[in-house]
T-cell receptor, first 113, second 112 residues
């Protein structure tokens, strides 16, 4: 089944403890992206990747890192999480960067205390 | 600054009603507009509208892009309780970066 898989689905952590949210797609998509969704603010792009080893900042990249060493994987890294990073995170992928709909993972609800 | 605005913020209707959701945008280098439905988890893709495809229809759902007015509408006819969800509008812009700008969504509740 074609899908975008994120793990974990739920995560509670403490301020400053490094964490990684994994994202994998099995559709051979070139474009991958991370979003956070907050009430009243909608989905905001954190980072995106046009292809392997090509990443760029979205609208809210502060406090996050990404890497794209393989086409299928695009992990999101929070080196030192803070409470303002408590949010619902979505990974998404599309066949290419333009004129191609995004396919979303099921989301990761992160709470930082 | 690029932005996408959806209206209304929320809507409550009864089964069988017809609803129209609105999306307006101001972006640099418009490429496409997409509609998504979000229930409890991941947004699921409904339609993509471009300069070469300004009208789409699937069953009871249809959407039109008005490039002159920089807006789009999503129509749902004969609504059902299963249509209850948040409907998201996203615009693809390529002003030096490849990104999607999302509106905050319209929350639709359909009562039996």
């Amino acid at each position: 089944e074609a899908q975008v898989t994120q793990n974990p689905r739920y995560l509670i952590t403490v301020t400053g403890k490094k964490l990684t949210v994994t994202c994998s797609q099995n559709m051979n998509h070139e474009y991958m992206s991370w979003y956070r969704q907050d009430p009243g603010l909608g989905l905001r792009q954190i980072y995106y990747s046009m292809n392997v080893e090509v990443t760029d900042k979205g609208d809210v990249p502060e406090g996050y890192k990404v890497s794209r060493k393989e086409k299928r994987n695009f992990p999101l890294i929070l080196e030192s999480p803070s409470p303002n990073q408590t949010s619902l995170y979505f990974c998404a992928s599309s066949l290419r960067a333009y004129n191609s709909p995004l396919h979303f993972g099921n989301g990761t609800r992160l709470t930082v205390t | 600054e690029d932005k996408v605005v959806q209206s209304p913020l929320s809507l409550v209707v009864h089964e069988g009603d017809t609803v129209t959701l609105n999306c307006s945008y101001e972006v640099t280098n418009f490429r496409s507009l997409l509609w998504y439905k979000q229930e409890k988890k991941a947004p699921t893709f409904l339609f993509m509208l471009t300069s070469s495809g300004i009208e789409k229809k699937s069953g009871r759902l249809s959407s039109i892009l008005d490039k002159k007015e920089l807006s789009s509408i999503l129509n749902i006819t004969a609504t059902q309780t299963g249509d209850s969800a948040i409907y998201l509008c996203a615009v693809e812009a390529t002003s030096g970066t490849y990104k999607y700008i999302f509106g905050t969504g319209t929350r639709l509740k359909v009562l039996a």
